[in-house]
């Protein structure tokens, strides 16, 4: 099963927008992650977030984690038409003593020129 | 440095056969994940290992099997294949979880194997 829920499903902009895409997640965690995912293909890690980070940021992406709501946000700013992909944020839960990735459903970016 | 590196790219089975897919972790790292993704939807996690022994699997059923090489390479067995199984199959690698490092931050993933059962 899922860990989380991405919202949106789907987003489609201009070139140089933002999009913010977010995440929702069910148990407590160690870290959230996002990773970006090409017309099906491998995953790319973009960004780690731990439990006790609240923002962080990374080249145009900018990531918040809301342990309270158990949620996050993934923010890329002026968006070119090379950010079309699919986006997925995964958590691995805490105290597992393994890593074991549960990834949301994703949303599925589309920047236009 | 090479990544994680997977075979192979493409694969079409008929229901009921068998199929291995193989899995080469990134340089420096011991433990290998293996996922599935359906079409449209998140990678689930099918299980992990390490010291070729299975750690941790996830909810998939005995059909699915794997091994681990003292190279820690890896194969993924899927015996009597059902149209359901037709995915992308990723593996990831990181370094091992350890005493000294409780929690691994970052797998890294391969480009996957798309298995079409017809």
């Known amino acids: 099963s899922q860990q989380g829920e991405e919202d949106p499903q789907a987003l489609s902009i201009q070139e140089g927008e933002n999009a913010t895409m977010n995440c929702s997640y069910k148990?407590?965690?160690?870290?959230l992650q996002w990773y970006r995912q090409n017309s099906g293909r491998g995953l790319v890690h973009l960004i780690l977030?731990?439990?006790?980070?609240r923002e962080k940021h990374s080249g145009r992406l900018r990531v918040t984690l809301d342990t309270s709501k158990k949620s996050s946000s993934l923010l890329i700013t002026a968006s070119r038409a090379a950010d079309t992909a699919s986006y997925f944020c995964?958590?691995?839960?805490?105290?597992?003593?393994?890593?074991?990735?549960?990834f949301g459903t994703g949303t599925r970016l589309l920047v236009s020129p | 440095d090479a990544g994680v590196t997977q075979s192979p790219t493409h694969l079409i089975k008929t229901r009921g056969q068998q199929v291995t897919l193989r899995c080469s972790p990134k340089?420096?790292?011991?433990?290998v994940s293996w996922y599935q993704q359906a079409l449209g939807q998140g990678p689930q996690f099918i299980f992990q290992?390490?010291?070729?022994?299975?750690?941790q699997r996830g909810n998939f059923p005995d059909r699915f099997s794997g091994h681990q090489f003292p190279n820690y390479s890896s194969e993924l067995n899927v015996n009597a294949l059902l149209l359901g199984d037709s995915a992308l199959y990723l593996c990831?690698?990181?370094?091992?979880?350890?005493?000294?490092?409780?929690?691994?931050?970052?797998?890294?993933f391969g480009p996957g194997t798309r298995l079409t059962v017809l």
């Open positions: 340089s420096g790292h011991d433990t």
């Open positions: 977030i731990r439990s006790n980070e």
């Open positions: 148990t407590s965690i160690n870290n």
């Open positions: 995964a958590t691995d839960a805490r105290n597992t003593g393994f890593q074991k990735l549960v």
């Open positions: 990831a690698s990181s370094p091992r979880v350890t005493r000294d490092f409780p929690v691994v931050d970052t797998q890294y």
């Open positions: 290992y390490y010291e070729e022994e299975e750690r």
